[in-house]
């Protein structure tokens, strides 16, 4: 994961987004295919950071009194993961997935706006930002709109991984 994280996002994502388009459309039709591409190399960029959060979680939980506790007491490998582990890593987790929801959001949006997403009779707010350049002067909420809806978007969804973040966290329960 090192490896992959060391590599910069966008560049990457264009230059892959830029290779493979024309060969995809061709196998799987232009909508597709360029779905398929976007969706293939955002969450192959994506998965990382949430992978280091869960391995680091597990083994700081690992260790804690309340694991080692209930190993004594002599609970299995599975009912440690299920019952102690598990509930106790996953609100961080639930919250770094919405975030790299919202984050996914932001990268197709760039994309599109770059001209590089969906085709162009395939809407997205990227696009809309897109087709809304060269009529910034004559009709501003062209661009406005669909940014504002971006930026809504994704804070809802991080306002979701927050609520559930609180109502699964063991805890804040107890």
Same mark, same amino acid.
């Given at each position: ?24 459309? $061709? ?32 083994? =700081?939980? $690992?260790? $804690? ?10 609970? =299995? ?13 996953? =609100? ?63 804070? =809802? ?14 805890? $804040?329960?107890?």
């Amino acid at each position: 994961t090192d490896l992959f994280l060391a590599l910069p996002a966008l560049p990457l994502l264009l230059m892959v987004t830029y290779l493979f388009r024309d060969p995809l459309k $061709k196998v799987f039709g232009p909508e597709l295919g360029i779905f398929l591409l976007i969706v293939a190399v955002i969450g192959a960029l994506n998965w990382m950071p949430l992978a280091r959060l869960v391995r680091a979680s597990f083994l =700081s939980i $690992k260790q $804690k009194e309340f694991v080692e506790a209930a190993r004594c007491v002599g609970a =299995s490998n599975r009912r440690l993961m299920a019952n102690h582990i598990l509930p106790n890593t996953l =609100s961080s987790v639930i919250v770094a997935a919405t975030v790299g929801v919202g984050a996914a959001i932001i990268t197709e949006s760039a994309l599109s706006f770059l001209g590089l997403g969906f085709p162009p009779d395939m809407p997205t707010w990227g696009r809309l930002l897109y087709d809304a350049q060269n009529f910034l002067d004559l009709a501003p909420h062209w661009a406005i709109f669909p940014g504002l809806l971006i930026f809504l978007t994704v804070l =809802s969804i991080n306002y979701i991984g927050d609520g559930l973040r609180d109502a699964l966290d063991p805890r $804040k329960t107890q």
